[in-house]
């Protein structure tokens, strides 16, 4: 018995766990307890069956439960020794192995760790259950249960909630997570509340476990939770609630979220908790669900001092950034703590409780549904959709929805609804935070307005000893198609340019040219669950800026905890990057060290892994020293001396920090000049990087503005063509990031939302921890290989040949003779065209014989996959399925009528009907006359219809005239955004 997830195997990766899930809440607003609530707990758990998942036996489930307040009276009656009084003992129920021996084993360990933190034993109790309802798989992971009753000498209320914390922590990291013979977890153990869960469905949780039916087992409130689990195993620890929150939605930063919490460990004190919180880490458990982790941070936040609202808002702010018309008392608190914690973000509607108050609140975007109702008798229902509960309309004196970044609360020792406004207000009092930043936070802004003159002195001569551009240029790979393409419209429009989605090169790893790091990374974008935002026009609710520089103790908010640099961007210009240089002659506490990335090239991969060493080395020393920011900058190569990749860097020094628990002590910023669109911005920010400064595509872009200065219809504004790229690649960094469902800059940066493809192990094992690369690849030295073939190409041996040596044409976005391969070429379109004008059937076997081949360029992973012949016997013609009842599973992809011609949409539509397979409209309708068969008895319809959000052509026709309905629930292609439709193709 396990009930842990398994390791990677095959695609099967466990870090993409994810939940999607319904939540409600049943509360008496007058906190008066009964029997009746844990009724209706149950009943409106059960009406959330759909929201449930259950794989192929209908019996077992991805888990359910419900939190409560302890049960006193009860628990009373049905144990055999004395407790003390409410409030003076904690509880909770242990998953402990499954067999008696090995269950009693670890029991004993529980009280030796509980008794070693001051706190006894009072007895245990077998918790009645009943398994006969479930299916195989939960019954081969089901745990036993059992009640621990525990107790400490003068100790009751938080502080004895502080001690069992961390008692409890202790316990899991030294007994160690449940498995068939060790292992302990308690889905709580609180004097306040009590959760029974499980990997169970809706309708099992009540029968499964007995308590729950007892008339004596009484509570003011109930919170419940169905789960459906996404990519992934279910398991009887992962069910919700856990200790405070039940979550619907996905925390889609939680990588990088979880390695700013290790690395806040260091400098964690919090002496009302705890002497020593060192033996209680790490505070977020390695491999938990996104919603266990958030969960584990809004617990220490809560026990460590924070009021339960004032962390939940810590972690879930509202869009405060943008809001213009918000109480500058509520700002000042949100900018204030935005120097705390970044925000843990993505679609989310959390639950919470101390089973006192409990409430809930939405992600700032709002995408999550949950509505509540008040009645007439005092009793409120939230829940993540109507209907969970029969509640008779008449009764009903209130209904409403909660609202993006809005707290809705209930509190039963007040007995009323705190109103949103009461709370925020309430928090904002608490402090004088706009004193506090007023004094402490410092605006990048303000360090340039010191000495305006300085800055563009020190940008200069930082780049004075810089090698020539055209060499620099070619050091770093550059090529005439990008400057042409991405550079060029960067800083002539303030914008990146538009493209078409797809390419049809090879993967960096099958390449044969040399090919930078970024290449090997794909961002992820946004699951089925997770709609992506639409930047632009939710412009509310995202920012770019962030704070840069030193935090302090999380538990111990002080004036000087906001004492960091504001900066309004992720990517930022030569001069803004030499006042953060040169940042003492402005702010004297603070200092900061450049460190070089170079490395000796000749050395190979060697030379570049001791150099990354040697890197990170220095950066464990500076801080040490006490600077306060940290650049690593690739300037200044050398014949003997090539810049290591700007993202290999950054990432050795974020996870070599992140694992000294250093690294929120240090800002960093990445002077790189191998960034240059948009993509590995996103990439230096996702691995560490505070900020950016891409200055040789800076000066790259400055000198192609003043190079075509002279000529009318360039649309470039002089001087304004580095202005126009830092606010391009900015706002491409937001579009990037808003696909995955993701707000700020701030949450974005280190939360490493990428997959490597062709990376091997080990270089993402030491470099790049916690990323998923599925197929291995190359490592250190493959790397080093593709640095020295630009830098071999920018520093040739013969003299002879330096003036004459243009920059590479590159190729990649559009077919070059001397450029990178292409799927598409001149070969295949000319092969398949001349075919098909000419009807001959020979020439087709000629395209399809170059399409075919195209596997031995390695364009494509399928390219590698091989055939193994002869090993297994053939399997007999009859046995295998008809190529007729083969096509018709056959489907063409959704390409809208606007996209192609018309003749192409129906001579598909036609294909695809004459074999029994189905084509796809795309959005946009489909004209009614292609509904009626024609003469010869072919069909122009199309069987699956497409229905996206807000367009054209959708009528009852067209509806019923479909076999398969798609609903789109998010554009994938907007005219001029969105999946990067060219703007002028847009009908």
């Known amino acids: ?184 977890y308690f889905p709580s153990l609180s004097g306040r509340t009590l959760v029974y869960k499980g990997m169970l469905t809706t309708n099992q949780l009540a029968p499964f476990f007995t308590d729950l039916t007892d008339e004596r087992v009484t509570s003011a409130l109930a919170l419940v939770h169905s789960r459906f689990s996404t990519n992934t195993f279910p398991s009887w620890p992962l069910a919700h609630p856990f200790r405070f929150v039940a979550h619907n939605g996905e925390i889609n930063t939680v990588a990088g979220n979880r390695n700013w919490m290790r690395a806040r460990e260091a400098l964690m004190a919090a002496p009302e908790l705890s002497d020593d919180l060192e033996r209680i880490f790490p505070i977020c458990t390695p491999g938990a ?302 200092s900061t060290r450049v460190l070089p990335c170079l490395y000796p090239v000749a050395e190979g991969g060697a030379g570049l892994a001791r150099a990354i060493e040697d890197l990170r080395r220095s950066a464990s020393a500076a801080i040490a020293e006490g600077v306060s920011f940290i650049v690593l900058s690739d300037r200044h190569s050398t014949p003997e001396l090539a810049p290591i990749p700007s993202l290999l860097a950054t990432a050795a020094v974020h996870h070599h920090l992140i694992a000294e628990k250093t690294r929120t002590q240090v800002g960093l910023i990445v002077e790189a000049g191998d960034a240059r669109e948009v993509h590995h911005f996103c990439l230096l920010v996702g691995y560490g990087a505070g900020a950016v400064n891409p200055y040789l595509a800076l000066e790259t872009t400055e000198d192609l503005a003043l190079r075509r200065a002279g000529h009318e219809g360039t649309g470039y504004v002089a001087g304004k063509a580095a202005a126009n790229y830092v606010k391009a690649g900015s706002k491409g960094v937001l579009k990037v990031m808003s696909k995955m469902g993701i707000s700020t800059v701030a949450s974005y940066t280190g939360a490493q939302i990428f997959e490597a493809v062709g990376l091997g192990d080990e270089l993402v094992d030491e470099y790049f921890r916690g990323t998923v690369s599925r197929l291995g690849g190359i490592g250190i030295e493959e790397v080093a290989t593709e640095v020295a073939m630009r830098h071999r190409r920018a520093h040739l041996p ?45 020439v087709f076997r000629e395209y399809t014989e170059a399409v075919n081949n195209q596997s031995e360029q390695l364009a494509t992973l399928r390219g590698l996959l091989r055939l193994r012949l002869g090993e297994r016997p053939p399997v007999p013609i009859e046995e295998v399925e008809s190529v007729e009842d083969i096509y018709k599973r056959f489907s063409t992809g959704a390409m809208s009528y606007g996209s192609i011609s018309a003749e192409a949409h129906e001579t598909l539509a036609v294909a695809m009907n004459r074999i029994g397979g189905k084509s796809n409209t795309g959005e946009g309708g489909e004209d009614p006359e292609r509904f009626v068969p024609l003469p010869n008895g072919d069909s122009k319809r199309s069987a699956i219809k497409q229905v996206a959000s807000g367009r054209f052509g959708v009528t009852s026709d067209y509806l019923t005239n479909a076999d398969d309905l798609q609903i789109k629930m998010a554009q994938g292609a907007k005219p001029g955004e969105g999946g990067q439709l060219p703007g002028h193709t847009g009908n």
């Open 1 to 184: 018995m396990t009930t842990e997830f398994p390791g990677p195997f095959g695609l099967y990766r466990p870090e993409f766990e994810h939940d999607a899930c319904g939540v409600n809440f049943i509360v008496d607003m007058k906190g008066r307890r009964s029997h009746g609530i844990v009724q209706m707990g149950i009943g409106a758990l059960c009406n959330m069956e759909h929201r449930g998942a259950q794989g192929a036996e209908v019996n077992t489930g991805d888990g359910a439960g419900l939190l409560m307040q302890v049960p006193d009276s009860f628990l009373r009656d049905v144990v055999e020794f004395d407790l003390p009084p409410a409030g003076s003992y904690v509880t909770g129920i242990a998953f402990l192995p499954r067999a008696p021996e090995h269950a009693d084993e670890v029991a004993s360990l529980v009280g030796k760790v509980a008794a070693s933190e001051g706190l006894r034993v009072l007895g245990w109790r077998e918790v009645p259950h009943d398994p006969s309802m479930i299916g195989t798989t939960a019954m081969a992971t089901l745990p036993s249960f059992r009640q621990v009753f525990l107790a400490g000498e003068d100790l009751d209320g938080i502080a004895l909630e502080r001690r069992a914390y961390i008692a409890r922590k202790r316990m899991e990291h030294e007994i160690g997570p449940l498995s068939a013979n060790g292992g302990v």
């Open 289 to 590: 669900s996104d919603s266990a982790t958030f969960d584990e941070a809004l617990e220490i936040l809560h026990l460590g001092g924070y009021d339960l609202p004032h962390a939940v808002l810590m972690m879930i702010p509202e869009a405060w950034e943008n809001h213009a018309d918000m109480d500058p008392g509520r700002r000042a608190f949100y900018q204030y703590n935005s120097s705390l914690m970044e925000p843990w973000d993505g679609p989310a509607s959390i639950a919470f409780t101390d089973g006192t108050v409990i409430g809930a609140v939405l992600d700032r975007n709002g995408l999550r549904p949950s509505r509540y109702w008040v009645t007439d008798d005092d009793l409120v229902v939230m829940a993540s959709e109507v209907g969970v509960l029969d509640v008779a309309p008449h009764k009903v004196v209130h209904k409403g929805r909660l609202q993006p970044g809005r707290m809705f609360l209930v509190d039963t020792s007040a007995g009323r609804i705190i109103d949103d406004a009461e709370i925020k207000g309430a928090l904002a009092d608490e402090h004088p935070y706009q004193q506090w930043l007023d004094e402490q936070l410092v605006p990048l802004s303000r360090v340039l307005e010191a000495d305006p003159t300085a800055a563009a002195t020190a940008a200069a001569t930082r780049a004075a000893s810089d090698l020539d551009l055209l060499t620099a240029q070619q050091t770093f790979g550059y090529t005439t198609e990008e400057l042409k393409l991405i550079v060029e419209p960067m800083g002539r429009t303030g914008a990146e340019e538009i493209g078409s989605m797809g390419t049809d090169t090879p993967l960096a790893v099958l390449s044969d040219r040399s090919r930078l790091l970024f290449d090997y990374f794909i961002q992820l974008f946004a699951q089925v669950t997770n709609p992506p935002l639409d930047a632009i026009r939710e412009e509310l609710v995202t920012a770019l800026g962030r704070t840069l520089g030193p935090e302090g103790n999380l538990l111990d908010p002080t004036p000087s905890s906001c004492h960091q640099l504001l900066v309004n961007r992720p990517v930022v210009t030569d001069d803004e990057l030499a006042a953060i240089v040169n940042i003492e002659s402005a702010v004297p506490d603070w």
């Open 798 to 842: 013969n003299e002879a040949e330096i003036a004459h040596r243009p920059l590479e044409v590159g190729g990649e976005y559009q077919w070059r003779r001397e450029g990178e391969y292409h799927l598409f070429n001149p070969t295949t379109v000319y092969k398949l065209q001349h075919a098909t004008r000419e009807k001959r059937f020979d």
